[in-house]
């Protein structure tokens, strides 16, 4: 089976940087991938690792160690716009079997 | 506009009703999947489909069905509802190689009465 573990929830202030972690459990792991979601709204795709490493899309960054299993999001200059949720989420298995386990999410409230 | 949809986008039904939710993109995409949303849950997967004609399930597929006859549609039938069931269910795309990035529909938010 598969497990990931991630807060649920985060405050920071407008401005700042918050880091979002993400720990996972899983028998085939090909990837992380991270998905936001305001209140009311569709999550939306913002990043995935496949290999090791920081991979940076403006404010926001992923980064990822496989060895650890672990994963985080990092987002910079924190604006009220990004008070959403962000779930991390485990691309597994191969062929046909292409499936993404996401996380129960974490809350993020941006403070003025 | 290209995309994807779901209709309804809200609905009631009661216990025992059979339901169904429509969902359909434009971007020919190979991949389609159905996840419900509940509290506490994130989004679990319930049926995904490779292709037109090749369905197979996620972590949460009982009292539920789906097809897949043509590639930009993948309708979710709940046979006999059940209170349980209340839930608000995304369908979701990707293409082949990449389904790490899938793009979400609205949403469809179910009561069970």
């Known amino acids: 089976g598969q497990s990931l573990e991630q807060p649920s929830e985060v405050t920071a202030v407008e401005g700042a940087i918050v880091q979002i972690n993400c720990t996972y459990q899983?028998?085939?792991?090909?990837?992380l991938s991270w998905y936001q979601q305001h209140d009311g709204g569709a999550p939306t795709f913002l990043s995935y690792?496949?290999?090791?490493g920081l991979e940076e899309t403006g404010r926001f960054s992923s980064f990822l160690s496989r060895s650890d299993s672990y994963g985080y999001l990092l987002l910079q200059e924190l604006q009220m716009k990004d008070s959403a949720s962000y779930f991390c989420?485990?691309?597994?298995?191969?062929?046909?079997?292409?499936?993404?386990?996401f996380g129960s999410g974490t809350q993020l409230t941006v403070l003025p | 506009d290209a995309g994807i949809t779901q209709s309804p986008r809200y609905k009631i039904t009661e216990t025992g009703r059979q339901v169904t939710l429509m969902c359909h993109q434009t971007?020919?995409?190979?991949?389609m999947f159905w996840y419900r949303q509940d509290l506490g849950h994130g989004l679990r997967l319930i049926y995904y489909?490779?292709?037109?004609?090749?369905?197979d399930k996620g972590e949460v597929p009982d009292g539920y069905v789906v097809s897949r006859s043509k590639t930009e549609n993948f309708p979710l039938t709940l046979e006999s509802a059940t209170r349980s069931q209340t839930s608000v269910y995304f369908c979701?795309?990707?293409?082949?190689?990449?389904?790490?990035?899938?793009?979400f529909g609205p949403g469809t938010r179910l009561t069970v009465t």
């Open positions: 979701a795309s990707s293409e082949g190689t990449s389904s790490y990035e899938q793009y």
């Open positions: 989420a485990v691309r597994e298995g191969s062929g046909s079997a292409r499936q993404l386990t």
């Open positions: 489909s490779a292709a037109a004609d090749i369905t």
């Open positions: 971007w020919s995409h190979s991949y």
């Open positions: 899983t028998s085939g792991f090909y990837g």
């Open positions: 690792n496949a290999l090791d």
